[in-house]
């Protein structure tokens, strides 16, 4: 679905990824994760062309038989909703506030050339309903009227509006409730069920990696450290890194013991030595 061979992003005074190698395929959930300023969301942001313009990317960004680096500004904009879409952290950026969502959803649609103004509604009303909001309430809202979480909800209707194949998810949940965020990651997950749209989602909680992901990558400081099936780089994580991320996961209930993962018997058995002279 997609591949990345060699991706160099950089400014005038800093490599921020470096030679990086990633692929998606076709229906499956692909987790880029690490700590801030990891590399993984400027990674991400060179998918569509969405790079500030004091950073540049070379390499290869594979999508259809074409380098996504070497189209223009203009071949890249046909792309953006109608084959590659995202979900950004601020959703609320999503959304001009004094417009209702219903009127910013068809001009999405009327921008890649779907005229009929009944049909654009229709299609507009049925992405709500998939994303469970009452629709035709959202549908003549404006932003400032709905909640984080329905309007959250209503960037991934904009984002799956005309049927993309890939969804990129740039820590959806960062500004939600843990409530209404596992809902959300829920509702992305059926979503991809139902179509078969691949994701790629940036992401630092490797909690809910394990529930939703098929596979991770794990960036460390702009380079690709360890990828693998989820389950098993989490349950054997053979990258120091990753066991250090591993290990500054919370737990679930204060006085808790943190379970970790870890490589070898010597590793779990110096672990449970420490805990006895504590």
């Given at each position: 679905?997609?591949?990345?061979?060699?991706?160099?992003?950089?400014?005038?005074?800093?490599?921020?990824?470096?030679?990086?190698?990633?692929?998606?395929?076709?229906?499956?959930?692909?987790?880029?994760?690490?700590?801030?300023?990891?590399g993984k969301s400027m990674t991400a942001f060179a998918i569509g062309g969405l790079?500030?313009?004091?950073?540049?990317?070379?390499?290869?960004?594979?999508?259809?038989?074409?380098?996504?680096?070497?189209?223009?500004?203009?071949?890249?904009?046909?792309?953006?909703?109608s084959e590659i879409s995202y979900i950004f952290q601020d959703y609320h950026g999503?959304?001009?506030?004094?417009?209702?969502?219903?009127?910013?959803?068809?001009?999405?649609?009327?921008?890649?050339?779907?005229?009929?103004?009944?049909?654009?509604?229709?299609?507009?009303?049925?992405?709500?309903?998939?994303?469970?909001?009452?629709?035709?309430?959202?549908?003549?809202?404006?932003?400032?009227?709905?909640?984080?979480?329905?309007?959250?909800?209503?960037?991934?209707?904009?984002?799956?509006?005309?049927?993309?194949?890939?969804?990129?998810?740039?820590?959806?949940?960062?500004?939600?409730?843990?409530?209404?965020?596992?809902?959300?990651?829920?509702?992305?997950?059926?979503?991809?069920?139902?179509?078969?749209?691949?994701?790629?989602?940036?992401?630092?909680?490797?909690?809910?990696?394990?529930?939703?992901?098929?596979?991770?990558?794990?960036?460390?400081?702009?380079?690709?450290?360890?990828?693998?099936?989820?389950?098993?780089?989490?349950?054997?994580?053979?990258?120091?890194?990753?066991?250090?991320?591993?290990?500054?996961?919370?737990?679930?209930?204060?006085?808790?013991?943190?379970?970790?993962?870890?490589?070898?018997?010597?590793?779990?058995?110096?672990?449970?030595?420490?805990?006895?002279?504590?």
């Open positions: 679905m997609l591949t990345i061979e060699g991706l160099t992003i950089r400014t005038n005074v800093k490599t921020i990824v470096e030679q990086l190698k990633l692929a998606v395929r076709p229906g499956e959930w692909c987790a880029l994760a690490g700590e801030s300023g990891s790079l500030p313009s004091s950073v540049t990317a070379e390499g290869i960004i594979a999508w259809k038989d074409n380098n996504l680096l070497d189209l223009s500004a203009k071949q890249r904009r046909s792309l953006l909703g999503a959304f001009t506030p004094f417009l209702r969502v219903g009127s910013q959803l068809d001009e999405l649609m009327r921008a890649h050339g779907k005229q009929d103004r009944k049909a654009r509604k229709q299609r507009c009303i049925e992405v709500l309903e998939r994303v469970q909001l009452p629709a035709e309430r959202v549908y003549r809202s404006y932003p400032f009227q709905l909640s984080g979480g329905q309007l959250q909800r209503a960037a991934i209707a904009a984002a799956l509006l005309l049927e993309p194949k890939l969804l990129i998810a740039d820590e959806p949940t960062t500004a939600l409730d843990t409530l209404t965020a596992h809902r959300v990651l829920q509702l992305i997950d059926q979503i991809r069920t139902e179509t078969g749209i691949s994701v790629l989602w940036i992401t630092h909680d490797l909690r809910h990696v394990r529930k939703y992901a098929d596979r991770i990558a794990v960036m460390h400081e702009g380079s690709l450290v360890e990828t693998g099936e989820t389950q098993a780089v989490l349950n054997h994580p053979a990258h120091p890194y990753t066991r250090r991320l591993l290990a500054a996961i919370p737990p679930l209930s204060p006085g808790a013991p943190v379970r970790l993962p870890y490589n070898s018997t010597e590793e779990q058995n110096a672990l449970e030595r420490s805990a006895l002279h504590e």
